[in-house]
């Protein structure tokens, strides 16, 4: 993503009277008296902006679709939805209701984990066997019984 601010905010100060803003550096020295006098508010969110950036350049902000306690809708993978029809469990190709319970952080990415251990899914998955609305899920289960019935029939 790209930056859209300074690395050294030492140098950074809002001027309002200045079109380009926080672009520019400093030069009346308020930030060394403790801070911008004008536009203090937009100094504190650029500042803040400026740590989620460099927080995320570092590889220490994480986007997560989700949080523990929201609910989260799954469904089984193509391959488990055909070893239920095989094995005549057809009544478990449904969309099942999770609690994230707890996430878990990998190198390679991240585990929800939902209530009891139930079900575990995966960052790839999101979208494909775990969604954040019960709609996307059933969407995506009409699909996989479509693709079933073509195969079948």
Same mark, same amino acid.
């Given at each position: 993503m790209e930056? =859209?601010?300074?690395?050294?905010? !030492?140098?950074?100060?809002? !001027?309002p009277w200045e079109l380009c803003g926080m672009d520019s550096y400093c030069t009346k020295g308020c930030h060394e008296e403790g801070g911008c006098t004008k536009g203090c508010d937009i100094l504190k969110m650029y500042r803040r902006l400026a740590e989620y950036e460099d927080l995320e350049e570092? %590889?220490? =902000?994480?986007?997560l679709p989700c949080k523990i306690g929201d609910t989260i809708?799954?469904?089984?993978?193509? /391959?488990?939805? %055909?070893?239920?029809?095989?094995?005549?469990?057809?009544?478990?190709n449904r969309v099942y209701e999770q609690i994230v319970d707890h996430i878990r952080f990998y190198k390679s990415g991240y585990l929800l984990s939902t209530c009891e251990g139930f079900a575990c899914v995966i960052e790839e998955s999101y #979208?494909?066997? $775990?969604?954040?609305?019960?709609?996307? /899920?059933?969407? /995506? =289960?009409? #699909? =996989?019984?479509?693709? $079933?019935?073509?195969?079948e029939g």
């Open positions: 930056r =859209l601010t300074i690395n050294n905010l !030492d140098k950074v100060c809002y !001027d570092q %590889g220490k =902000l994480l986007k809708y799954v469904i089984p993978s193509r /391959a488990n939805y %055909g070893i239920n029809i095989v094995n005549r469990h057809k009544e478990n #979208k494909e066997t $775990w969604f954040l609305t019960k709609e996307e /899920a059933e969407t /995506a =289960l009409r #699909k =996989l019984k479509d693709v $079933w019935k073509e195969l």
